[in-house]
T-cell receptor
Framework: GDSVTQMEGPVTLSEEAFLTINCTYT??????LFWYVQYPGEGLQLLLK?????DKGSNKGFEATYRKETTSFHLEKGSVQVSDSAVYFC?????????????FGQGTELSVKP | KAGVTQTPRYLIKTRGQQVTLSCSPI?????VSWYQQTPGQGLQFLFE???????NKGNFPGRFSGRQFSNSRSEMNVSTLELGDSALYLC????????????FGPGTRLTVL
């Protein structure tokens, strides 16, 4: 079945460091790919998305490129801030699942120190 | 435009009781999906409703059920609560198109004692 694998956390970085969170997926066909972020005590917020191969999603300085050849959707940010501390989830929806069914990775906790 | 709202935000129940959670989607959205989030199992899909019909279902026992009303609001019910049902229950709404973006509410934190 479809699945998403993320790098394990927690990831601890200093402010202004470069961030990469790896995400790879297994799916039939061309899934849509998403990154969601969850701040403590809150629900999930959509960070960015990509719907076809080679698409780049971007938002708030975060970027991720849909790589079909490596089945990856790695999240990057050039300079993290303390306010970026949160849990990040990579997710997909399959074109073969009618309607909305997000399949999530296990989440990667990011902690940014001043 | 108002976001997804969920009520209540926190619930404490005891084993064997039942509970109903409510979700109001973003205006104009016809699809509502429910997810369970636990530290051990992560985020798992429960079910999705579109135009008052269950369109997709995850691998949860029959104690978990839901419904959707004509105004797209949705409720989720868990009967005969077990300790393992303690979790954050998240609701998400979308237009309901294939592979559409889902927008999440703040969740309901359920604690079963």
């Amino acid at each position: 079945g479809d699945s998403v694998t993320q790098m394990e956390g927690p990831v601890t970085l200093s402010e202004e460091a470069f961030l990469t969170i790896n995400c790879t997926y297994t799916a039939t066909g061309y899934p849509s790919l998403f990154w969601y972020v969850q701040y403590p005590g809150e629900g999930l917020q959509l960070l960015l998305k990509a719907t076809k191969a080679d698409d780049k999603g971007s938002n708030k300085g975060f970027e991720a490129t849909y790589r079909k050849e490596t089945t990856s959707f790695h999240l990057e940010k050039g300079s993290v801030q303390v306010s970026d501390s949160a849990v990040y989830f990579c997710a997909l929806t399959s074109p073969y699942n009618q309607g909305g069914k997000l399949i999530f990775g296990q989440g990667t906790e990011l902690s940014v120190k001043p | 435009k108002a976001g997804v709202t969920q009520t209540p935000r926190y619930l404490i129940k005891t084993r064997g009781q039942q509970v109903t959670l409510s979700c109001s989607p973003i205006s104009g959205h016809r699809s509502v999906s429910w997810y369970q989030q636990t530290p051990g199992q992560g985020l798992q899909f429960l079910f999705e409703y579109f135009s008052e019909t269950q369109r997709n279902k995850g691998n949860f026992p029959g104690r978990f059920s839901g419904r959707q009303f004509s105004n797209s609001r949705s409720e989720m019910n868990v009967s005969t609560l077990e300790l393992g049902d303690s979790a954050l229950y998240l609701c998400a709404s979308s237009l309901g198109l294939l592979q559409d973006t889902q927008y999440f509410g703040p969740g309901t934190r359920l604690t079963v004692l």
